[in-house]
């Protein structure tokens, strides 16, 4: 019957997706189980690995612009005020890569994402997942719009999320969709050690922007997702390499 349900929103509903422009802020936030964490720190001073601190994520915004079929999800730079006089904070490294905006392409069905990996472009391409979602009768309040709750599944993960049906948009952070409004709130499990639970909840919302920022041409090589893993892993491994030579020449 929810399924039913879902179909039938999704019908109706798709004769309104398209035809507001909005803008939402989006805070991201992400726990763990503490237990496993003092027993990871424990096992790591005992292998005579120093002591390694886990905490919280610090306060990360990111900001969703739709507009016309399409939407734009970018992460919210901020300025680091660190007071602390530590000289790591002028240093950092994009393992994995520099992630740029990731674009969605509500008519293609797919997300597309510029990400310069060692020095190279390359457009990601990944298709519209299928979270399988069953809407529930939970109900609550957001920003001032009702929303009801929707559980999927992610490659066996599962992620809550709770969707606005009066904002007749499918989009939602970063790559979660297919639900008959736009997604203001998600709770996912992440699948780690530490039973990490990931959250990105709208922190603000404007359905009358004035202006929209403008779209900038991604370049690179087209990749899938499953490529772009490889090549991931590969530069991981070239760093570890890079570091025990360094550390042998000591």
């Known amino acids: 019957m929810k399924q039913l349900l879902l ?17 939402v802020d989006y805070k991201y936030d992400i726990k763990h189980d503490e237990e496993k964490i003092k027993e990871f720190e424990r096992e790591q001073a005992q292998k005579g690995g120093g002591t390694i601190k886990i905490g919280g994520s610090p306060n990360i915004y990111y900001q969703l612009e739709y507009s016309d079929h399409q939407s734009v999800y970018k992460k919210i730079e901020t300025i680091n005020n660190d007071q602390n006089g530590s000289s790591m904070g002028a240093f950092s490294i994009n393992i994995g890569g520099e992630y740029k905006a990731l674009i969605n392409e509500t008519s293609k069905k797919e997300f597309r994402q510029e990400v310069v990996l060692d020095k190279q472009n390359f457009i990601v391409v990944t298709p519209y997942k299928d ?3 069953k809407i529930t009768d939970i109900e609550d309040t957001i920003l001032g719009h009702k929303v009801k709750k929707a559980i999927g599944n992610d490659k066996g993960k599962q ?8 904002i007749k948009v499918d989009a939602g952070p970063n790559q979660v969709n297919g639900l008959p409004g736009l997604i203001l709130k998600t709770v996912s499990e992440m699948g ?10 709208a922190d603000k919302i404007n359905l009358k922007p004035k202006k929209l920022s403008k779209v900038k041409p991604i370049n690179g090589k087209e990749i899938s997702q499953e490529e772009f893993k490889k090549l991931q892993d590969e530069s991981r491994q070239k760093m570890r390499e890079s570091f025990s030579i360094g550390v042998d020449k000591k």
């Open 159 to 166: 992620i809550a999320a709770w969707f606005a049906p009066d």
């Open 192 to 201: 780690n050690k530490f039973s990490s639970i990931m959250t990105y909840e």
């Open 131 to 133: 979270y399988e979602w």
């Open 7 to 23: 179909a039938g929103f999704l019908l109706f509903s798709n004769f309104g997706f398209g035809q507001e422009k909005l803008i």
